[in-house]
Nanobody, 124 residues
Framework: QVQLVESGGGLVQAGGSLNVSCAAS????????MGWFRQAPGKEREFVAL????????NYADSVKGRFTISRDNAKNTVYLQMNNLKPEDTAVYYC?????????????????WGQGTQVTVSS
């Protein structure tokens, strides 16, 4: 069984920063890529960022590009999302997800494992 555990969410003022992390564990954990998604109240869950375990390929939603940075620590099976210059519209529950196979990286339905989510609240 694969488990993804997010941590690091919280309350921050607009313009501030937060770093959320996602630790993956499991007897045979192998994935092609890790993604971050978020869901704001009353809205659908949306793609935020992804990173592949091999190479340095990372991709971002336009709404966070230049403010958020995704990174990984392969030895720890952990992925991080550094969020800078946060805005009230970034308020959401942030989920990490693991994808076993290539392709459809922006489609949440193609991710195999999900964490429980961590709340990020940005006050104005």
């Amino acid at each position: 069984q694969v488990q993804l555990v997010e941590s690091g969410g919280g309350l921050v003022q607009a313009g501030g920063s937060l770093n959320v992390s996602c630790a993956a564990s499991g007897r045979t954990f192998r994935s092609n890529a890790m993604g971050w998604f978020r869901q704001a109240p009353g809205k659908e869950r949306e793609f935020v960022a992804l990173i592949k375990w091999s190479g340095s390929s990372a991709n971002y939603a336009d709404s966070v590009k230049g403010r958020f940075t995704i990174s990984r620590d392969n030895a720890k099976n952990t992925v991080y999302l550094q969020m800078n210059n946060l805005k009230p519209e970034d308020t959401a529950v942030y989920y990490c997800a693991a994808k076993r196979f290539t392709g459809d990286y922006y489609y949440q339905g193609s991710y195999d494992y999900w964490g429980q989510g961590t709340q990020v609240t940005v006050s104005s």
